[in-house]
């Protein structure tokens, strides 16, 4: 079917680009090999220099129009094929190639009309229009051949949207639909044209064994019946077949020109052959020739078995003497003998096979006659006489249906009649104006075909009687091809020219079909093709010659036309098919580069071509249908998940943008109800100076949350400026993009450059994402040795992340020893997720354990979440109400409510938050010379220690040895990550009776030490002016320091004498450090085993200068914690109870 079908162009997957993903095709545009040869020659002369600094990459008009005056993009084709065997391997490469020459008529419209025109015309259009009537055989060739002029519409429109080079349709559909269904449609179209190769070979194997040499059977078929007969032909054609099949493929091997050579005979003999039968249906009407068929009845008998038309003949003596047909029903030649009992009962007649084109009998072939197999095949009108219960003998003298036909598989069997639509297509490489030639030359083609076929079924219904068109065989006529007693001056030029024909169609789909094997394999797509791309020196396909002859194998081992034809039918008509679908699609996306030059098209005549190609295939055969699709489907995912990935520009591309574009515009209509809230992740990681992420299992985390299948981003920030920084930038992304692999987290990457970190963090927070597919979360790791001198701006960057977050309304995920998280490969067997739920977030608390848990690493933990109990609430009534909460969510947790009273702020309390607000001051004076910030050291400690180094000298000692020790601690100086969790504070002076937690509130008026805070109540959470803090931290910094005085028991004794030091403290941090250090204690009761801790993240003091305090605060909270994830919520209820 396909017609010098030849490579790709080296650009889709040639050795040029073996390391490149996106191969490039070759081109006279920007970048081109050309230009930078010729760029010396560009810019010669004054009058350009205003352009001589970009020569490199943009060349001048007058070299780019003198390229594209000789631009050809093709690759090997017939011509270059006989070079190559003519000449030597060196000597033809150095040869120029010649311009393509062939135009319309020889290009595109004879090698159309010769792909058309084939074994159906001629071995099955007389039976199919005798079994399906003239109505129902005009409704099919109507329906297949307005199908093919719609796909030839949408084929000219691609056809001329640019060049195409060699490759025809294979490469019209993968670079107008994308290479997944490029390279499924391309394998299918393969498939198609391989067993079209079959179908042709058995068709000449049925001319030769059946009407041109019946003796030559190597199995006779001669005394045998019913199954036996059939499968005796079925043997005869397998073998035969085999044997055309080797010599075809050996022609082909030996080199293509040879069938190039013998096409226009091959062509010569299909014009021939139809010109005989139009020649023979008008003389039917002048003088119809004399083709008996003889009747028993209204059965027809095969004429082969007898000579003369009767039961009994008068002899030269004038007596009666029986014939050859009364020796066929009857025991003995004598007119006493036993005869069948319907040959007694029924006379024998003789009727003209063909009565010729003004007989009217076209109103006897209006309506169809559907058999069973093993039907006999009768004349409805003609008398019989037969008894109801009588049982059929001699069944081997009538004609028999050899299938059982039915409407649909008469479509089946037609369609590959009007395949080969392609032929022009695929020679445009040696088409001189293929974007004119193309849609000409194929529509008046199909033009052509339609009304010829069409015709064809009105002549037949009005020339041949009934019986003798539904007789698929001719042995009711001799044995003679059907068509062939149509055809004028002998049946032997129909007979002799369509076994030439189909031998000429075989012997072009295999040479077709291998190259478009080969540029399949060439295009990369399918890996375990890649070896058919190979070929010989002068470009012949080898492997995938044999590959296509193995192929075409099946088809001749199946043996039956009839069960071959449905089979390619279903191949055709998905390429066709998909044909329209790229029409379509690029019509109505409206690409800017869909600009065709027929403009005869519209995009409802495509999506009707596509409507009646998947019509088709389920009117043939639905369960091939389904098998074909089956297959097309396999191919398109093992493409998309193992093929090479492509960049050509494709529909499917343009049509993911399109809906994103509709998808985002919905979006913006209004922010997302709660039920659709999901995590929607800005990730921020650090890179070191080798582009490597500092924090890797932080995408292992990301991983994991996103059970809510959400929006995830992973960016980074870089210092510079972007002209100077934008290769690392780009080798930044593409680290974060491995990773990201790695991983398996799906979403984007993206590096900004700023001239600072800070400004590149918050340009990442506010420009990420795009209209409502933004961000609402972001995650960002605890920042590591933040105590350190060097690390200073890196906390503060922290905090004002903190503070940006909490200002654009988005939710903050921090979580802490982010070293210690599981990787994706873990498994936790068993634990717990503790959630501690002390202010109302949203819900975020509730949702980041349920997501978390989908995921295979914590699946078998337990949620359990923690509240707390005030003074005045009541307990017990808190945990039913929380556990019916859960309830209504759906969310399987236990219940735990912590009763914590408010209690005295011990003196631990103030000696750590007098050694925080010291370290403070140390670390602002740390851009001081190295005498000043020791003068500074010395005078914070003496006039902070005045009264105590007068009371208590031992006391003196070891507030400053805490005092000096701390910014130089071997805790500080290590990673968060790894500093051992440090054991809670003994120190202290016993607590309250039960434990306790301090509730928080920012007020203008500070409280006094012994003075318990204001407990909380709704009232005082929606307060304006109050602010409710609750912090949490890790320790890091070794071992607590111990109150002056706690050393000993006299020490505990005298622990008032050093409140005249703790006056001049902030009483609003030493309220804070009380609530961290008393929650941290009950944390660590609760959940010290759990294997992850979630708990509500405090807002940074909206004053500035206590934001090194803000970190403290947190530090201390989450002292002895191994895995924390800090939450912060955006602002908005992100879970519901509701449906």
Same mark, same amino acid.
């Given at each position: 079917?396909?017609?010098?079908? +030849?490579?790709?162009?080296?650009?889709?997957?040639?050795?040029?680009?073996?390391?490149?993903?996106?191969?490039?095709?070759?081109?006279?545009?920007?970048?081109?090999?050309?230009?930078?040869?010729?760029?010396?020659?560009?810019?010669?002369?004054?009058?350009?220099?205003?352009?001589?600094?970009?020569?490199?990459?943009?060349?001048?008009?007058?070299?780019?129009?003198?390229?594209?005056?000789?631009?050809?993009?093709?690759?090997?084709?017939?011509?270059?094929?006989?070079?190559?065997?003519?000449?030597?391997?060196?000597?033809?490469?150095?040869?120029?190639?010649?311009?393509?020459?062939?135009?319309?008529?020889?290009?595109?419209?004879?090698?159309?009309?010769?792909?058309?025109?084939?074994?159906?015309?001629?071995?099955?259009?007389?039976?199919?229009?005798?079994?399906?009537?003239?109505?129902?055989?005009?409704?099919?060739?109507?329906?297949?051949?307005?199908?093919?002029?719609?796909?030839?519409?949408?084929?000219?429109?691609?056809?001329?949207?640019?060049?195409?080079?060699?490759?025809?349709?294979?490469?019209?559909?993968?670079?107008?639909?994308?290479?997944?269904?490029?390279?499924?449609?391309?394998?299918?179209?393969?498939?198609?044209?391989?067993?079209?190769?079959?179908?042709?070979?058995?068709?000449?194997?049925?001319?030769?064994?059946?009407?041109?040499?019946?003796?030559?059977?190597?199995?006779?078929?001669?005394?045998?019946?019913?199954?036996?007969?059939?499968?005796?032909?079925?043997?005869?054609?397998?073998?035969?077949?085999?044997?055309?099949?080797?010599?075809?493929?050996?022609?082909?091997?030996?080199?293509?020109?040879?069938?190039?050579?013998?096409?226009?005979?091959?062509?010569?003999?299909?014009?021939?052959?139809?010109?005989?039968?139009?020649?023979?249906?008008?003389? +039917?009407?002048?003088?119809?020739?004399?083709?008996?068929?003889?009747?028993?009845?209204?059965?027809?008998?095969?004429?082969?078995?007898?000579?003369?038309?009767?039961?009994?003949?008068?002899?030269?003596?004038?007596?009666?003497?029986?014939?050859?047909?009364?020796?066929?029903?009857?025991?003995?030649?004598?007119?006493?003998?036993?005869?069948?009992?319907?040959?007694?009962?029924?006379?024998?007649?003789?009727?003209?096979?063909?009565?010729?084109?003004?007989?009217?009998?076209?109103?006897?072939?209006?309506?169809?006659?559907?058999?069973?197999?093993?039907?006999?095949?009768?004349?409805?009108?003609?008398?019989?006489?037969?008894?109801?219960?009588?049982?059929?003998?001699?069944?081997?003298?009538?004609?028999?249906?050899?299938?059982?036909?039915?409407?649909?598989?008469?479509?089946?069997?037609?369609?590959?009649?009007?395949?080969?639509?392609?032929?022009?297509?695929?020679?445009?490489?040696?088409?001189?104006?293929?974007?004119?030639?193309?849609?000409?030359?194929?529509?008046?083609?199909?033009?052509? +075909?339609?009304?010829?076929?069409?015709?064809?079924?009105?002549?037949?219904?009005?020339?041949?009687?009934?019986?003798?068109?539904?007789?698929?065989?001719?042995?009711?006529?001799?044995?003679?091809?059907?068509?062939?007693?149509?055809?004028?001056?002998?049946?032997?030029?129909?007979?002799?020219?369509?076994?030439?024909?189909?031998?000429?169609?075989?012997?072009?789909?295999?040479?077709?079909?291998?190259?478009?094997?080969?540029?399949?394999?060439?295009?990369?797509?399918?890996?375990?093709?890649?070896?058919?791309?190979?070929?010989?020196?002068?470009?012949?396909?080898?492997?995938?010659?044999?590959?296509?002859?193995?192929?075409?194998?099946?088809?001749?081992?199946?043996?039956?036309?009839?069960?071959?034809?449905?089979?390619?039918?279903?191949?055709?008509?998905?390429?066709?098919?998909?044909?329209?679908?790229?029409?379509?699609?690029?019509?109505?996306?409206?690409?800017?580069?869909?600009?065709?030059?027929?403009?005869?098209?519209?995009?409802?005549?495509?999506?009707?071509?596509?409507?009646?190609?998947?019509?088709?295939?389920?009117?043939?055969?639905?369960?091939?249908?389904?098998?074909?699709?089956?297959?097309?489907?396999?191919?398109?995912?093992?493409?998309?998940?193992?093929?090479?990935?492509?960049?050509?520009?494709?529909?499917?591309?343009?049509?993911?943008?399109?809906?994103?574009?509709?998808?985002?515009?919905?979006?913006?209509?209004?922010?997302?109800?709660?039920?659709?809230?999901?995590?929607?992740?800005?990730?921020?990681?650090?890179?070191?100076?080798?582009?490597?992420?500092?924090?890797?299992?932080?995408?292992?985390?990301?991983?994991?949350?996103?059970?809510?299948?959400?929006?995830?981003?992973?960016?980074?920030?870089?210092?510079?400026?972007?002209?100077?920084?934008?290769?690392?930038?780009?080798?930044?992304?593409?680290?974060?993009?491995?990773?990201?692999?790695?991983?398996?987290?799906?979403?984007?990457?993206?590096?900004?450059?700023?001239?600072?970190?800070?400004?590149?963090?918050?340009?990442?927070?506010?420009?990420?994402?795009?209209?409502?597919?933004?961000?609402?979360?972001?995650?960002?790791?605890?920042?590591?040795?933040?105590?350190?001198?060097?690390?200073?701006?890196?906390?503060?960057?922290?905090?004002?992340?903190?503070?940006?977050?909490?200002?654009?309304?988005?939710?903050?995920?921090?979580?802490?020893?982010?070293?210690?998280?599981?990787?994706?490969?873990?498994?936790?067997?068993?634990?717990?997720?503790?959630?501690?739920?002390?202010?109302?977030?949203?819900?975020?608390?509730?949702?980041?354990?349920?997501?978390?848990?989908?995921?295979?690493?914590?699946?078998?933990?337990?949620?359990?979440?923690?509240?707390?109990?005030?003074?005045?609430?009541?307990?017990?009534?808190?945990?039913?109400?929380?556990?019916?909460?859960?309830?209504?969510?759906?969310?399987?947790?236990?219940?735990?409510?912590?009763?914590?009273?408010?209690?005295?702020?011990?003196?631990?309390?103030?000696?750590?938050?007098?050694?925080?607000?010291?370290?403070?001051?140390?670390?602002?004076?740390?851009?001081?010379?190295?005498?000043?910030?020791?003068?500074?050291?010395?005078?914070?400690?003496?006039?902070?220690?005045?009264?105590?180094?007068?009371?208590?000298?031992?006391?003196?000692?070891?507030?400053?040895?805490?005092?000096?020790?701390?910014?130089?601690?071997?805790?500080?100086?290590?990673?968060?990550?790894?500093?051992?969790?440090?054991?809670?504070?003994?120190?202290?002076?016993?607590?309250?009776?039960?434990?306790?937690?301090?509730?928080?509130?920012?007020?203008?008026?500070?409280?006094?030490?012994?003075?318990?805070?204001?407990?909380?109540?709704?009232?005082?959470?929606?307060?304006?002016?109050?602010?409710?803090?609750?912090?949490?931290?890790?320790?890091?910094?070794?071992?607590?320091?111990?109150?002056?005085?706690?050393?000993?028991?006299?020490?505990?004794?005298?622990?008032?004498?050093?409140?005249?030091?703790?006056?001049?403290?902030?009483?609003?941090?030493?309220?804070?450090?009380?609530?961290?250090?008393?929650?941290?204690?009950?944390?660590?009761?609760?959940?010290?085993?759990?294997?992850?801790?979630?708990?509500?993240?405090?807002?940074?003091?909206?004053?500035?200068?206590?934001?090194?305090?803000?970190?403290?605060?947190?530090?201390?909270?989450?002292?002895?914690?191994?895995?924390?994830?800090?939450?912060?919520?955006?602002?908005?209820?992100?879970?519901?109870?509701?449906?």
């Amino acid at each position: 079917m396909l017609n010098n079908l +030849t490579d790709t162009e080296e650009g889709d997957g040639g050795a040029q680009n073996q390391g490149d993903n996106n191969p490039k095709e070759s081109s006279p545009f920007i970048n081109s090999s050309d230009v930078a040869a010729e760029k010396s020659q560009q810019y010669d002369g004054k009058h350009m220099a205003l352009f001589e600094e970009e020569m490199d990459t943009i060349p001048m008009v007058s070299s780019l129009l003198s390229s594209l005056a000789n631009y050809s993009n093709l690759t090997q084709g017939s011509k270059e094929h006989e070079e190559a065997e003519n000449n030597e391997a060196e000597s033809s490469r150095k040869k120029p190639i010649k311009a393509p020459q062939l135009g319309t008529l020889m290009g595109v419209y004879l090698p159309c009309i010769q792909n058309i025109f084939g074994v159906i015309l001629f071995l099955r259009m007389t039976w199919l229009v005798g079994i399906g009537g003239v109505i129902g055989t005009f409704v099919i060739v109507f329906m297949c051949c307005t199908t093919t002029m719609l796909t030839a519409i949408s084929m000219s429109a691609i056809a001329t949207n640019g060049v195409v080079p060699a490759g025809g349709s294979y490469y019209m559909i993968s670079r107008s639909l994308g290479p997944e269904f490029g390279g499924a449609v391309g394998i299918c179209f393969y498939l198609g044209t391989t067993f079209a190769g079959a179908m042709y070979i058995l068709g000449a194997i049925e001319l030769l064994l059946i009407y041109i040499a019946p003796k030559a059977a190597i199995f006779p078929l001669e005394g045998l019946e019913g199954a036996e007969a059939e499968a005796a032909l079925l043997n005869n054609m397998r073998v035969y077949g085999t044997l055309l099949l080797t010599s075809m493929a050996t022609v082909v091997f030996v080199g293509v020109k040879y069938v190039n050579k013998l096409a226009l005979v091959f062509l010569a003999c299909v014009i021939l052959s139809i010109l005989a039968v139009y020649a023979g249906v008008i003389k +039917t009407g002048i003088d119809p020739p004399d083709f008996p068929v003889c009747l028993l009845g209204n059965r027809t008998l095969i004429s082969k078995k007898f000579d003369v038309c009767a039961k009994t003949m008068e002899s030269s003596n004038g007596t009666m003497v029986t014939t050859q047909l009364w020796n066929m029903f009857c025991d003995s030649p004598f007119l006493n003998a036993t005869c069948d009992r319907y040959f007694s009962d029924n006379n024998v007649t003789r009727i003209q096979g063909i009565p010729g084109v003004t007989s009217g009998i076209l109103a006897d072939n209006l309506f169809g006659n559907y058999y069973e197999k093993g039907d006999l095949v009768a004349n409805k009108d003609a008398a019989s006489v037969e008894g109801v219960d009588d049982p059929m003998t001699n069944s081997n003298s009538y004609v028999l249906a050899d299938i059982t036909s039915f409407f649909t598989l008469l479509v089946g069997i037609y369609f590959p009649s009007v395949t080969g639509i392609m032929a022009g297509s695929n020679r445009s490489g040696d088409l001189r104006d293929a974007q004119k030639s193309i849609p000409i030359g194929t529509i008046a083609a199909i033009t052509t +075909t339609s009304l010829v076929y069409m015709s064809s079924v009105i002549l037949f219904g009005a020339c041949i009687e009934g019986v003798v068109l539904r007789d698929k065989f001719g042995e009711g006529v001799n044995g003679n091809l059907v068509i062939g007693t149509l055809a004028w001056p002998s049946p032997w030029v129909i007979v002799i020219g369509s076994f030439f024909s189909t031998c000429g169609a075989g012997l072009q789909s295999l040479t077709g079909a291998p190259r478009l094997m080969q540029a399949i394999a060439k295009d990369g797509l399918v890996p375990i093709l890649r070896i058919f791309g190979h070929a010989k020196a002068n470009g012949e396909p080898t492997w995938s010659l044999l590959l296509t002859a193995c192929i075409c194998e099946i088809g001749i081992l199946i043996a039956s036309l009839d069960l071959v034809a449905p089979i390619l039918s279903m191949f055709f008509l998905m390429c066709y098919m998909f044909v329209n679908l790229a029409c379509a699609l690029q019509t109505l996306l409206r690409t800017p580069n869909w600009r065709p030059r027929f403009k005869f098209y519209h995009w409802a005549l495509s999506f009707l071509g596509m409507s009646l190609c998947l019509t088709l295939m389920f009117l043939c055969s639905w369960y091939y249908a389904i098998v074909a699709m089956v297959i097309a489907g396999s191919i398109y995912k093992y493409i998309e998940f193992s093929g090479a990935e492509k960049e050509w520009g494709d529909g499917i591309r343009g049509l993911s943008l399109s809906a994103a574009r509709y998808a985002l515009m919905r979006l913006e209509e209004g922010p997302p109800h709660t039920k659709n809230w999901r995590p929607q992740l800005l990730v921020l990681v650090s890179m070191d100076g080798e582009q490597n992420v500092e924090q890797p299992r932080l995408l292992s985390l990301t991983n994991q949350l996103k059970a809510g299948k959400g929006l995830t981003i992973v960016g980074t920030a870089l210092e510079g400026t972007y002209l100077l920084n934008h290769e690392q930038a780009q080798r930044a992304e593409q680290a974060l993009h491995k990773l990201m692999e790695t991983e398996k987290v799906k979403g984007f990457c993206l590096a900004t450059v700023s001239s600072n970190l800070r400004d590149a963090t918050s340009h990442l927070i506010q420009s990420s994402g795009l209209g409502g597919l933004k961000h609402n979360a972001v995650l960002v790791s605890w920042p590591r040795n933040w105590k350190q001198a060097d690390e200073r701006q890196t906390w503060r960057n922290f905090v004002e992340l903190v503070r940006e977050t909490t200002a654009a309304s988005l939710a903050l995920l921090v979580p802490k020893n982010i070293a210690a998280f599981p990787s994706n490969g873990e498994r936790f067997s068993e634990g717990h997720i503790d959630v501690w739920w002390i202010v109302h977030d949203g819900g975020m608390l509730m949702l980041l354990p349920f997501l978390l848990r989908q995921h295979k690493v914590w699946r078998k933990c337990k949620m359990r979440i923690f509240t707390v109990a005030q003074l005045d609430d009541n307990s017990i009534q808190m945990k039913k109400d929380l556990t019916t909460f859960l309830y209504h969510l759906r969310i399987d947790a236990m219940v735990e409510v912590v009763e914590m009273h408010d209690s005295d702020i011990s003196a631990y309390t103030y000696e750590k938050t007098l050694v925080m607000e010291q370290r403070s001051q140390i670390l602002k004076q740390i851009n001081l010379s190295k005498n000043e910030r020791e003068r500074e050291i010395q005078s914070i400690t003496d006039s902070s220690r005045g009264s105590i180094r007068r009371k208590n000298p031992a006391a003196v000692t070891t507030q400053l040895s805490v005092t000096e020790d701390q910014p130089g601690a071997s805790k500080e100086e290590k990673p968060e990550e790894e500093s051992t969790p440090a054991s809670p504070p003994v120190s202290p002076p016993p607590p309250a009776p039960s434990d306790q937690v301090q509730l928080i509130h920012d007020t203008t008026t500070p409280a006094s030490p012994a003075t318990p805070a204001t407990p909380l109540t709704p009232e005082a959470v929606q307060s304006p002016g109050q602010q409710v803090q609750m912090t949490w931290s890790e320790k890091s910094d070794g071992e607590p320091a111990k109150p002056p005085g706690a050393a000993t028991p006299e020490g505990i004794k005298d622990i008032f004498n050093m409140k005249p030091e703790w006056e001049n403290l902030n009483q609003s941090n030493v309220r804070r450090m009380h609530t961290a250090l008393r929650l941290n204690e009950v944390i660590l009761k609760k959940s010290s085993e759990a294997k992850l801790v979630l708990l509500n993240m405090p807002g940074p003091p909206k004053n500035r200068s206590g934001d090194e305090n803000y970190m403290e605060f947190l530090e201390v909270l989450t002292e002895g914690l191994n895995r924390v994830l800090l939450v912060r919520g955006g602002g908005r209820e992100v879970i519901t109870i509701y449906s």
